[in-house]
């Protein structure tokens, strides 16, 4: 066939160029457990297709392969050593009969089928476009992110981003943070931290998904960071849409659930944690510590050991 595809007992299969597919991702910076996350396979099964022992593979882990090196299928085939069958000669069709057999003259029967004609190429050609956009309308991901507003420096603080689809597929998350942040933890693990970028690569079927990070900011207080990302999939062609929410965070010497800044946590204010952050799974530890400020009469940071003292 003429996209590669090969059908053994039934099964899609496509054959792969194991050199191509190692050379696309060591360009990019990724490993064979990145690659091995996104298609559902083991790191063994990603060497020995990158070392052709394996060169025929199922198309659908060929088309999950693609999508994690963000590159189109046919960019991963391998090349036909052979040329193409020769076209086959068109034979000559049969001569129809005339629309006499049916006791229409010929003149009448031809004008009935060009006001046919006429009518049908317009519909189908609306129906093809409509289908069309209401499938990108519904594989289109919603991602938003949640953020503190205000974090002291050196004080962990937590981000959230949540992704919403309709459809079942493979999603690909990215985060790109300030210079000056560090990552502390992502949730869930990534192997994919690249020059301040956090990448998740997760197969949604439809469920709200969410992934986030604990992070550290330095810099002086008043200043303001900003955060942006996106989340690309492949459905005939790569889509992506912009992460919203949350975009920027303030440092300032106070702790990051304490939104009004008056070094105590209240009722809203505590609500407000659980309510963005309480999905984000990992999250325990610094869950414990606001409700312990919350339960205190206040608390104070120290910005030269930059912790936390709980008032009691």
Not at 88 to 114: F, G
Not at 128 to 140: A, S
Request: aromatic share 6%; with cysteine.
């Amino acid at each position: 066939m003429r996209d590669g595809t090969i059908q053994t007992s039934g099964v899609p299969m496509i054959r792969i160029d194991g050199a191509r597919v190692k050379q696309l991702r060591e360009e990019r910076g990724l490993t064979q457990l990145y690659l091995a996350t996104a298609v559902e396979v083991t790191t063994d099964t990603i060497s020995r297709w990158e070392n052709r022992h394996y060169p025929t593979i199922k198309r659908e882990n060929g088309l999950r392969l693609a999508e994690a090196l963000e590159v189109p299928l046919e960019e991963i085939l391998e090349q036909p050593a052979t040329p193409e069958e020769p076209d086959r000669p068109v034979e000559e069709p049969d001569t129809p009969k005339p629309a006499a057999r049916v006791n229409i003259p010929s003149k009448r029967y031809n004008m009935l089928l060009n006001i046919a004609l006429a009518i049908m190429i317009p519909v189908v050609i609306g129906l093809t476009i409509l289908n069309r956009k209401q499938t990108v309308e519904v594989f289109k991901p919603a991602a938003t992110r949640a953020l503190p507003l205000t974090c002291a420096p050196g004080l962990q603080f937590p981000v959230l981003i949540a992704v919403q689809s309709k459809q079942e597929m493979p999603l690909l998350i990215r985060e790109t943070v300030p210079g000056n942040v560090t990552i502390v933890k992502t949730m869930p693990d990534t192997p994919v931290q690249d020059h301040n970028t956090l990448k998740w690569i997760r197969k949604n079927g439809g469920e709200l998904l969410v992934a986030g990070y604990l992070a550290r900011a330095e810099g002086l207080p008043g200043s303001t960071l900003s955060f942006s990302g996106n989340v690309a999939v492949r459905q005939g062609k790569k889509q992506e849409t912009a992460i919203t929410g949350d975009a920027s965070l303030r440092l300032e010497p106070v702790h990051w659930a304490d939104i009004n800044g008056d070094f105590i946590i209240n009722d809203d204010e505590v609500l407000e944690v659980y309510d963005k952050f309480g999905k984000l799974p990992g999250l325990a530890p610094e869950l414990e510590q606001v409700e312990e400020i919350w339960m205190g009469s206040g608390y104070s940071w120290d910005a030269q050991t930059k912790t936390i003292t709980i008032h009691p």
